[in-house]
């Protein structure tokens, strides 16, 4: 049974850094795409940043000018998302998510199985 257990939750003021871990179980993180989404109060759950390390391939979405940083440790079995330059806009339930089954976007909430129960981050102005 696959398992993802986000953790790093917090609250910073805007400006500030929060690092987000998944831990995952039942399944390899190098097997295949592992992803981060948010999803604010009202709004759709959106990708954020993807990576497979087997294809040395990292994506991000469009808001996320650099600010944030996916990496993973395969030793650990562990996905991060280190964030730099929060904005209040940033704060939303942040998800991990792994098994990618899609053949299309790697950024879509469709192509994965697995999910994370979420960890809010919230970001005061």
């Known amino acids: 049974q696959v398992q993802l257990v986000e953790s790093g939750v917090g609250s910073v003021q805007a400006g500030g850094s929060l690092t987000l871990s998944c831990s995952v179980s039942?399944?390899?993180?190098?097997?295949?795409?592992m992803a981060w989404f948010r999803q604010a109060p009202g709004k759709e759950r959106e990708g954020v940043a993807a990576t497979y390390t087997y294809v040395s391939a990292t994506y991000y979405a469009d808001f996320v000018q650099g600010r944030f940083t996916i990496s993973q440790d395969n030793a650990k079995n562990t996905v991060y998302l280190q964030m730099n330059s929060l904005k209040p806009e940033d704060t939303a339930m942040y998800y991990c998510?792994?098994?990618?089954?899609?053949?299309?976007?790697?950024?879509?909430?469709?192509?994965?199985?697995?999910w994370g129960q979420g960890a809010r981050v919230t970001v005061s102005s």
């Open positions: 039942g399944y390899s993180i190098m097997s295949n795409w």
């Open positions: 998510a792994a098994a990618f089954v899609g053949r299309s976007s790697v950024l879509s909430q469709k192509n994965y199985k697995s």
